[in-house]
């Protein structure tokens, strides 16, 4: 199947037979599909946009050489439509990563929301005017060998101050509930179980008083409602989809939450919660994280188009299946028998009956004949990413094309676009030196939002190019919706 017709989005998975019967199995009928082509998709062939631009991938290329260049070292400022988008990659002028930087900054603005005991310990240790002072210390190349140990010592003991304070409101905490906490020579499965639940609270509790007050995370909520409103747009103009399908999918997108990095106590993940730049879509829990070194770091915009993708994607999908088979529902009877003792003599019966019919209603769980691997590198098809993530992002561009559509200026559109893929320009990398040990590597690593040229590559789709201005000037497989 050519990559620039539109034939409804089995296109997407041309040569991955699985995938497209899964995709049956949980949309019903891939037709009803089918009338969700973008409306220039025949645009996919045509290698110019009449009066605009020279290649989409040469501007791309000369942005990311701007970016890295020692004039702008990772850091960059792009105006678009009355924003400036900064682009925060590198390291500050005291020689931190900027992300680093705007973490301990947060930090320092966060005192007054922190837990309170866990602050009182800060306090007591100035913690708050180490910090500042660490942050304001001299770059290494103008300061003397002294300086720079001093302030090395000082960041050590900065990282002490902030665990130690943690620990000891977790003792304490532990002490108040067991008061012969500390004489335990050991400690039984129950308590360790009690001391990892009281952290995860505690480390939750932190998390959230350092970013629901700052500004870059105020501006991913308004991001994550503008993302919302034009999908839903995106969707309700798509004419020709199936309107069983396209209410489905409407609901889908609005039910959809947004999780503050490491504000979930059963869901902690402390390097999204602080440095690592990633997004999640969690397919059980519905909910989109935008990790604190995406939203330090650039726009995100593109990204959480990305991922509310995601929810229509197809772990989610087969989520929802098999959530609603009688097997599932069953079990869930069974479970909640088993957990209420007033009922606990319903459980042989429940037990005998789930049993009895057990490989029937198991068969109905896997509609496709196991043959579904949809994160297998082995059915990618020659593109950087597997079917789930090639889905989120031909679905994802093509609302973030909407978007940039909608900044008057094209420049600006532009800016705004460098601002969101900056985070794969990585100069000099593994990837530009040996792209085929970087290819290699990568075949056989579980990364699932993997940066890299191909990618970006693939990020420009017919709708996103058009948005530019520019022409297809690149070779790379496109999902043709
Ligand atoms: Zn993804």
């Known amino acids: ?45 045509d290698p110019s946009v009449p009066g605009l631009l020279p290649g989409c991938s040469e501007k791309i290329e000369e942005f990311c050489e701007k970016l890295h260049s020692p004039r702008h070292r990772g850091n960059i400022e792009l105006p678009w439509g009355g924003r400036t988008e900064k682009v925060l990659l590198g390291r500050n002028p005291q020689g931190f990563s900027q992300v680093f930087a705007e973490l301990e900054r947060a930090k320092l603005a966060s005192r007054n929301r922190l837990p309170k005991e866990f602050a009182r310990k800060l306090e007591k240790r100035d913690y708050f005017g180490k910090m500042a002072r660490y942050l304001r210390a001299k770059p290494p190349r103008s300061a003397s060998l002294r300086e720079v140990q001093a302030n090395s010592r000082l960041g050590g003991e900065l990282s002490s101050i902030w ?8 003792q304490e905490k532990m002490v108040q509930r067991h008061p012969g906490y500390l004489k335990l020579e050991s400690f039984s499965p129950e308590i360790s179980r009690e001391y990892d ?38 969707l309700e103009e798509s004419k020709e989809l199936d309107p069983a399908l396209k209410s489905d999918w409407i609901a889908r ?35 989109i994280t935008i990790c604190a070194g995406d939203f330090n770091s650039g726009n995100e915009l593109f990204t959480i188009a990305h991922e509310f993708s995601h929810a229509l994607g197809i772990h989610r999908s087969l989520y929802l299946q098999e ?23 319903a459980c042989p019966k429940e037990w005998a009956g789930v049993k009895e019919r057990f490989p029937e209603l198991a068969a109905k769980l896997i509609p ?15 593109f ?30 532009r800016n705004l676009y460098y601002s969101s893929i900056a985070w794969t320009c990585s100069r000099p990398s593994m990837e530009n030196t040996y792209p085929e040990e970087a290819q290699a590597e990568k075949e056989f690593s579980l990364e699932p939002h993997s940066a ?21 000037d690149f070779e790379a497989k496109e999902c043709a919706l």
């Open 1 to 45: 199947m050519g990559i620039c017709s539109a034939t409804g989005i089995a296109g997407a998975w041309a040569g991955d037979p699985g995938v497209v019967r899964a995709i049956e199995s949980v949309s019903a009928d891939l037709g009803k599909v089918k009338g969700l082509l973008d409306r220039s998709g025949r645009g996919d062939c």
């Open 163 to 170: 665990n130690d304070s943690v620990n000891e409101v977790l």
């Open 197 to 234: 639940g009281l952290e995860r609270e505690l480390h939750a509790e932190i998390y959230r008083s350092i970013w629901s007050g700052s500004a870059r995370w105020k501006q991913v909520e308004k991001d994550f409602a503008t993302v919302r409103s034009e999908y839903l747009r995106f």
């Open 253 to 287: 997108i609005k039910s959809v939450t947004l999780e503050l990095p490491g504000s979930d106590p059963d869901n902690l993940d402390h390097g999204c919660a602080t440095t690592t730049r990633n997004a999640y879509y969690n397919w059980l829990k519905d909910r």
């Open 323 to 345: 959530k609603n088979t009688e097997l599932a529902t069953r079990l869930r009877s069974l479970a909640s028998a088993v957990c209420d003792q007033a009922t606990v003599g």
């Open 368 to 382: 496709r004949g196991g043959d579904l691997a949809p994160s297998e590198t082995m059915v990618s098809g020659g």
């Open 384 to 413: 950087s990413e597997d079917s789930e993530e090639r889905f989120s992002d031909a679905l994802g561009s093509r609302v973030f094309a909407r978007i940039l559509k909608q900044v008057p200026e094209l420049e600006g559109r």
């Open 452 to 472: 890299g040229k191909q990618r970006r590559l693939e990020g420009l789709t017919a709708p996103v190019r058009e948005a530019l201005g520019c022409a297809k």
